[in-house]
């Protein structure tokens, strides 16, 4: 076994149940990023092991939520009027008439398949575009004499989290939080200028399921010096002023 | 692997809302008695059930077979957000508490929930040592940190790490011998 590596086959359990904090985590994370396949591995096997566990657990929910559930993706109830629609078909249409329906579900179901697919694609597309566009600002920053990278530190909160900005007086910049922890639909985090002493906000994101979110900061309105940064948990749409806890901040002007 | 389940995620995010039916329909009972057991209380489970179905469709492109079974994708999202709203719900009780200046009750349980809690332990758990159970259960299902759970067992840091990793390497061997 390799004992340079055994501390982490250890972290990795831990962090598989959701419950590596401090220091700890920090490591573990910087050490997953090198692609680990032992770590992975181990997270993978630890993941099935929970999914057995909660087997046992298995409980079917009311039967009324499925269709909330469906009727949420879809906007309206379409697999259950297509039921009632085939169930009254096949008592009441001739053969042929059914064989010329059926080609006219068949295309109308392609076509629903090929349009959602093409969805998919241009929300894709999009996506690879906003990316494409950040890295070069990000590049274009990075050469710039007159950028600076602040560092967030976690607050008590969130002990772990670590934030940084690349900010440019004139072309704004892009935040980059890590190991900040989820939170629910209604919330999100909110950005924080703190410019001549007080907060203006700079946009809100959300974080995926390892605490990641970057977020793209407008230049603020002509030149201002800029004190601190920090992040507060909002409601979903943002707030003019900051009202909720506060995650991560960078030091104050000394 | 049930190849056919992989299809069937594969088939949602081409945006086959059949195909999300077929998904809920075999996975839905996995995360409900999970997210039920977690928040001890069946109408925010209900709640957050469909807000863990709604992001599996969405994220359906993401699930990636060499990384995981779908159980383990479907377990590891609804154990998150059933956690993420149990410690909503207990930040706003504590808000209310320092309102009205008093102290946070904690959950109670309805009688069909505690039972369940005993019979989990019944189960899978129950052939894990009782101090191998406490540390995972705490931190499974009830969302604490290591160093929270050392503080609230009262044992090193070291010690609870061990534990959970003694009663991760137990469990896999039990998932093993039923595959």
Known sequence: ?254 | MPTDTVELIRRMAGGDRYAFGAFYDRYAPLAFGLIRRILRNAAEAEEVLQEVFLELWVSAHTFDPARGTPEAWVVMRARSRGIDRARSIRRKSEGMAQLSGGTVPDAVPDPAMRAEGREIVRGVLGQLPASQQEVIELAFFDGLTQSEIAARVGQPLGTVKTRMRLGLEKLRELAGRLR
Not at chain 1, 74 to 85: H, I, L, Q
Not at chain 1, 145 to 168: E, F, M, N
Not at chain 1, 233 to 250: H, N, R
């Open chain 1, 1 to 254: 076994m390799n004992t340079e590596h055994e501390p982490f086959s250890e972290l990795a359990v831990v962090y598989a149940l959701g419950a590596l904090d401090g220091e700890d985590l920090v490591q573990f994370r910087t050490h997953l990023q090198t692609g680990c396949t032992e770590c992975n591995r181990t997270l993978e096997d630890a993941h099935a092991a929970l999914a057995h566990l909660a087997q046992g657990l298995s409980e079917p929910p009311p039967r009324r939520l499925r269709s909330a559930v469906i009727g949420r993706i879809a906007g309206d109830t379409g697999p259950r009027a297509g039921a009632r629609f085939w169930t009254g078909f096949r008592w009441a249409a001739s053969v042929a008439v059914a064989a010329g329906v059926l080609a006219a579900v068949a295309s109308a179901l392609v076509a629903v398949r090929y349009e959602a697919r093409m969805g998919q694609l241009a929300r894709e597309v999009s996506g690879l575009r906003d990316q494409a566009r950040q890295q070069d600002l990000l590049l274009r920053l990075l050469g710039d004499p007159a950028t600076q990278v602040v560092a967030l530190a976690g607050l008590d909160v969130s002990p772990g989290a670590q934030g940084r900005i690349v900010w440019h007086e004139r072309e704004g910049g892009l935040f980059f939080a890590t190991n900040l922890p989820p939170i629910p639909r209604e919330k999100a985090y909110e950005l924080w200028i703190i410019a001549a002493g007080k907060p203006i906000p700079a946009g809100v994101f959300s974080v995926d399921v390892e605490g990641h979110g970057r977020l793209r900061v407008a230049p603020l309105p002509g030149p201002v010096r800029v004190d601190q940064f920090a992040v507060t948990l909002e409601p979903a749409a943002g707030v003019p002023a900051p009202t909720g806890t506060m995650y991560l901040a960078s030091k104050a002007p000394g």
